[in-house]
């Protein structure tokens, strides 16, 4: 017989792990058991009720239930800022790299660790520009763990590189943000029926969307939607 026992209310008891967690921090499951999240942890399961003991249960506000939350500040927040994903399970008005949006702030924050009410996304689906990516730099790695965009800020003629999608609808926007010199982006694989592997951005506003489709047995970047942008081949 299945072991389940669906749960209809707002909230629900888990098991924090060995740690304990904080009241109002957000968590996600572990092997079975509550850990903090981070700020790339899309798959929360909610904002702990109480005070969660190590290896005690504690009851967890769902994602999905209504109302508003509270949450715990990494930084001073005002009133109307959309709020975003941090480290050691807090939220922040900042987007940091990797971030998620979470909602809109509706009380103030002061310092680290204040508590403080905001309204949740959901259940509104994000989007990739609710995930911003920090520029690498000149020969960096743009990061493809998840979808979002990436402001490029160049200094002179400079590169950058992009791995394989990671999954399939996956979808990053970039875009250069400031033109000191020309950006030469190499993807690891194939971005039209053409064969090309390189994107050109010569100018500011330049923009190409990437998204993520199976091609045989690999996944490969396509470039939907290009303005500016010129594909190449290296």
Known sequence: MANACPNPGPTRTFIVGGTAIGQFLRAKLSAGVLVVAGITDREEVGILQFDGSASSPVSVVLPNSPGSRAGICSEAIAVGDVVYTAAAGKLSGTAGDGAIRRGIAVTATTADGDVFEYLPDNPRKLLPEDNPITDPGDAGAIPVTDSGYCNIV??????????????????????????????????????????????????????????????????????????????TTV
């Open 154 to 231: 160049s200094a002179g003629a400079e590169t950058r590189t992009i791995a394989a999608p990671t999954f399939v609808g996956q979808k990053l926007i970039l875009n250069l943000h400031t033109d000191g010199g020309n950006v030469t982006v190499t993807v690891a694989t194939t971005v039209n029926q053409t064969g090309n592997n390189t994107l050109v951005f010569g100018d500011a506003g330049d923009c190409v969307i990437l998204e993520a489709k199976q091609n045989g047995a690999n996944i490969r970047w396509t470039v939907a939607t290009a303005d500016g942008v010129t594909p």
